[in-house]
């Protein structure tokens, strides 16, 4: 059958239309399933070689990387996935050029406030934090060829670029082990990402701009530093929450709650990377079936939701002798927590299907206002259950947050899509 042709847009039959958003689906889901591997094996080796205590120093690491992570998210490549998914090859390639250019100019200058900060505070905490501003270039650089490749619809190249990645921690993590240390394994981590971001070049045939990153951080203000915002407060809420524990329960706790994460390690990570798939496909359902969007974000939330549960279902099954095969010592800790952590990934899971639908619709208000909520809560409900009941307390505080947080974000949704309805009835009816 003949493709129809719209205008400038060409319209695949349903059936095509149907089994492209398939394949690129697998192809995320191939692409999360190997950033998920690769983050539980780093963290299970990282706990197993170094302990409670340093697990919890290279935890802190990790939850600063999720900051930085998301700064650049918002003001690079959130709004490449907003509007660049699905355009032309060309359109594409100039705004992938100069997106990733804003995503190693972050990385270089946040790495540079990392290194002095570090250095400023020393100790062992210190110098993981040093050590982790010389590698956020690579780490974020890798980060953005992901999203290029999605908003592309070339979610096999995503795919490999992670496995490369993970190909290069294997001798990266076994000289890290032989140095020992958390900076070395900081280094290791980071340098392996590093390795995947010149791949990402190679793939992509692109070299990123750093002279078009102003121009582009400029041009998308009014969706970047909304989403900046929303990105920060999220992550911000994560380190918030694990500074706070540490304070007021001791840093040993930061590695417990990191190693009750970990069991939940794939859907963490399917999380995190979710824009990645779900905006790209949600931009395309919104531009192709409007009417669709609520139902496709709604399959998207449950879906994920349920299987966090079955998840979490299955590791209570676990026995003991396993656990500590595969955690060591932080295993007994973690395992009391897998009830409460998988509560708060399944509503978070919930939450990310109503936040895909309203990055489609650009609806950069109403998601902030969703996120800063959401981070209030999350930050409230994870400290004031540490102060009362501990490290326990802490994860169903957490829990009762992100399941509560769930609700205003599909709110929202509900509200934008309403409003969206409106605006075109009122387009079609103005001559």
Same mark, same amino acid.
């Given at each position: 059958?003949?493709?129809v042709?719209?205008?400038?847009?060409?319209?695949a039959?349903?059936g095509?239309a149907?089994r492209?958003?398939?394949?690129?689906?697998?192809?995320?889901?191939?692409?999360?399933?190997?950033?998920?591997m690769?983050?539980?094996?780093?963290?299970?080796?990282v706990?197993?070689?170094l302990?409670?205590?340093?697990?919890g120093v290279?935890?802190?690491?990790w939850?600063t990387y999720?900051v930085?992570?998301?700064?650049?998210r918002?003001?690079?490549t959130?709004?490449l996935?907003?509007?660049f998914?699905?355009?032309p090859?060309?359109?594409?390639?100039?705004?992938?050029?100069?997106?990733?250019?804003?995503a190693l100019?972050?990385?270089?200058?946040?790495?540079?406030?990392?290194?002095?900060?570090g250095?400023?505070?020393?100790g062992r905490?210190?110098?993981?934090?040093?050590?982790?501003?010389?590698?956020?270039?690579?780490?974020?650089?890798?980060d953005a060829?992901?999203?290029?490749?999605?908003?592309a619809g070339?979610g096999?190249?995503?795919?490999?670029?992670d496995?490369v +990645?993970?190909?290069?921690?294997? @001798?990266a993590m076994?000289?890290?082990?032989r140095?020992?240390g958390?900076?070395?394994?900081?280094?290791?981590?980071?340098g392996?990402?590093a390795?995947?971001?010149?791949y990402?070049c190679?793939?992509?045939?692109?070299?990123?701009?750093?002279?078009?990153?102003?121009?582009?951080?400029?041009? !998308?203000?009014?969706?970047?530093?909304r989403?900046?915002?929303?990105?920060?407060?999220?992550?911000?809420?994560?380190?918030l929450?694990?500074?706070?524990?540490?304070?007021?329960?001791?840093v040993?706790?930061v590695?417990?709650?990191r190693?009750?994460?970990?069991l939940?390690g @794939?859907?963490l990570?399917?999380?995190?990377?979710?824009?990645l798939?779900?905006?790209?496909e949600?931009?395309?359902?919104?531009?192709?079936?409007?009417?669709?969007?609520?139902?496709?974000?709604l399959?998207?939330?449950?879906?994920?939701?349920?299987?966090?549960?079955?998840?979490?279902?299955?590791?209570l099954?676990?026995?003991?002798?396993?656990?500590?095969?595969?955690?060591?010592?932080?295993?007994?800790?973690?395992?009391?927590?897998?009830?409460?952590?998988?509560?708060?990934?399944?509503g978070?899971?919930l939450?990310t299907?109503?936040a895909?639908?309203?990055?489609a619709?650009?609806?950069?208000r109403?998601?902030?206002?969703?996120?800063l909520?959401?981070?209030?809560?999350?930050v409230?409900?994870?400290?004031?259950?540490?102060?009362?009941?501990?490290?326990?307390g802490s994860? +169903?505080g957490?829990a009762?947050?992100?399941?509560c947080s769930?609700?205003?974000?599909?709110?929202?949704l509900?509200?934008?899509l309403r409003? !969206?309805h409106q605006?075109?009835?009122?387009?079609?009816?103005?001559?």
């Amino acid at each position: 059958m003949t493709p129809v042709t719209t205008g400038g847009e060409t319209t695949a039959p349903a059936g095509s239309a149907r089994r492209g958003v398939l394949g690129r689906l697998s192809w995320g889901l191939a692409d999360q399933a190997a950033s998920s591997m690769s983050n539980f094996v780093v963290g299970v080796y990282v706990a197993r070689t170094l302990g409670v205590s340093a697990f919890g120093v290279f935890s802190l690491a990790w939850v600063t990387y999720g900051v930085v992570l998301n700064v650049s998210r918002g003001v690079a490549t959130d709004p490449l996935v907003v509007r660049f998914s699905g355009v032309p090859d060309a359109s594409w390639r100039g705004a992938a050029a100069r997106s990733s250019g804003a995503a190693l100019g972050s990385g270089a200058a946040l790495g540079a406030a990392c290194v002095v900060a570090g250095l400023a505070l020393g100790g062992r905490v210190g110098t993981a934090f040093a050590c982790l501003g010389v590698v956020l270039p690579g780490l974020l650089l890798q980060d953005a060829w992901r999203f290029a490749f999605f908003a592309a619809g070339a979610g096999r190249k995503a795919f490999v670029n992670d496995v490369v +990645w993970g190909v290069a921690l294997v @001798p990266a993590m076994v000289a890290a082990a032989r140095v020992g240390g958390v900076s070395a394994f900081v280094l290791a981590w980071g340098g392996s990402a590093a390795v995947a971001a010149a791949y990402g070049c190679f793939q992509s045939g692109i070299r990123p701009r750093l002279s078009g990153a102003r121009a582009w951080v400029r041009e !998308h203000r009014d969706l970047g530093y909304r989403y900046l915002v929303e990105n920060v407060a999220n992550s911000g809420a994560s380190q918030l929450r694990a500074y706070g524990l540490g304070v007021i329960v001791g840093v040993g706790a930061v590695g417990v709650v990191r190693g009750a994460e970990l069991l939940l390690g @794939p859907f963490l990570a399917l999380l995190m990377g979710l824009s990645l798939v779900t905006v790209a496909e949600a931009a395309r359902v919104l531009r192709r079936a409007p009417h669709r969007l609520g139902g496709f974000c709604l399959l998207l939330g449950g879906g994920q939701a349920v299987a966090a549960l079955l998840w979490g279902g299955a590791l209570l099954l676990v026995p003991d002798r396993l656990g500590e095969a595969v955690l060591g010592g932080v295993w007994s800790a973690a395992a009391e927590l897998v009830v409460p952590v998988t509560l708060g990934v399944a509503g978070a899971g919930l939450g990310t299907g109503a936040a895909a639908g309203l990055r489609a619709l650009g609806a950069a208000r109403r998601s902030l206002r969703s996120q800063l909520i959401a981070s209030v809560c999350y930050v409230t409900g994870g400290l004031g259950g540490a102060a009362a009941a501990g490290t326990a307390g802490s994860a +169903w505080g957490v829990a009762a947050a992100t399941v509560c947080s769930s609700a205003v974000w599909w709110l929202q949704l509900r509200s934008a899509l309403r409003e !969206h309805h409106q605006n075109t009835i009122r387009e079609v009816r103005t001559p």
